[in-house]
């Protein structure tokens, strides 16, 4: 197991420790109470429990706050899981899938996307969709659809199957059916694309 895994955990039982010598010295030196090995191996009750029940406040912290830290990891780990296991499933989908930001920028781009439209993925992420596979021609309406959509909430495009011409890598016009739909994360807007190639 890394070290980490029992980072805090260890910083816990370090503290307490050190909680020992601490005191002795604090006594010793400070306090002028005798001298340090003295004050190490006290029999007095009333400091080796005050001791005792410091070290045990830090053990504890410690033992809490990996516990949570591994619970996160775990949660962490699940998402992650899942995010791959889904991005296959998006991967092996008949439909082009194409994802894109408020600002119109790709956040996702299946293989069958890259097939209909000539992008790889790593050509496409980052980019604005209407430069990659909007015709000239409809870009203009295309990005006052996107702004008057952020500014009212109201679209006829969204939600249901429209025909519409794509634009390939190479220059030439595809005719797809494309369905849209748009869904808010975390306060951001997102729009979600499957689209399938007319025949």
Known sequence: ???KRYALLSLGVLLGALIWPLDAIMHAFVFHRGGFMENL?????????MRGLISCVFFAFGWVAQRHLDIQQQLRDRLEKKRLRLQEIIDSAYDAY???????RVIGWNRSAERLFGWTLPEAMGRKVADLIVPENSREAHRKGLARYRETGISHALYKP???NALHKRGHQVPVQIVIT???LEGKLEFFAFIREEA
Do not use: H, N, Y
């Open 182 to 184: 748009p869904i808010k």
């Open 162 to 164: 429209v025909r519409m």
């Open 98 to 104: 194409v994802a894109m930001d408020e600002d119109g």
């Open 1 to 3: 197991m890394p070290l």
């Open 41 to 49: 191996f006290t029999s007095d009750a009333d400091q080796l429990w």
